[in-house]
C-alpha cells in the first residue's frame, strides 16, 4: 500500500522559512517522480514544484521560483520542499504527490497523493 506522509508545516511569519518533508512508502520510490502541490482555502489545489526520479532536474511554478526548492533523498525514500521569503500568500495546505516517468505539473498527472500538512504565513 503506498503511503506518502507530509511532515514540517506550521506557522511562520512573513520572511520567513519553511522546510517539509515527504516520507514514502510502499513503493520503490527512485522510480517515481516526486511533486508538491498546496491548496489555499475556496482555491483550486495547483502545482509547486516537481522532481526527476535521479533528482537533477525539477521544475516549479512562477509563484514560488527562486524561493521554493524541491529536493530528494532517494536512500531515506523522502522529498523535501524548503521554502524561504514566505509571504501570506503561500498559506495554503501542502501535498507532496507520485507519479511514473516524466515530471507533470497537473493534479491529474499524480496518482498517489498525502494526506497534506498545513503552512500558515502570518504577520
Known amino acids: 500500500q503506498v503511503q506518502l506522509v507530509e511532515s514540517g508545516g506550521g506557522l511562520v511569519q512573513v520572511g520567513g522559512s519553511l522546510r517539509l518533508s515527504c516520507a514514502a512508502s510502499?513503493?520503490?520510490?527512485?522510480?517515481?517522480?516526486m511533486g508538491w502541490f498546496r491548496q489555499a482555502p475556496g482555491k483550486e489545489r495547483e502545482f509547486v514544484a516537481s522532481?526527476?526520479?535521479?533528482?537533477?532536474?525539477?521544475t516549479s511554478a512562477d509563484s514560488v521560483k527562486g524561493r521554493f526548492t524541491i529536493s530528494r533523498d532517494n536512500a531515506k525514500n523522502t522529498v523535501y520542499l524548503q521554502g524561504r521569503s514566505l509571504k501570506p500568500e503561500d498559506t495554503a495546505v501542502y501535498y507532496c504527490?507520485?507519479?511514473?516517468?516524466?515530471?507533470?505539473?497537473?493534479?491529474?498527472?499524480?496518482?498517489?497523493w498525502g494526506q497534506g500538512t498545513q503552512v500558515t504565513v502570518s504577520s
Open positions: 504527490a507520485a507519479r511514473r516517468f516524466a515530471l507533470g505539473n497537473r493534479v491529474n498527472d499524480y496518482g498517489h
Open positions: 510502499g513503493i520503490t520510490f527512485s522510480k517515481y517522480v
Open positions: 522532481i526527476n526520479r535521479s533528482g537533477d532536474l525539477t
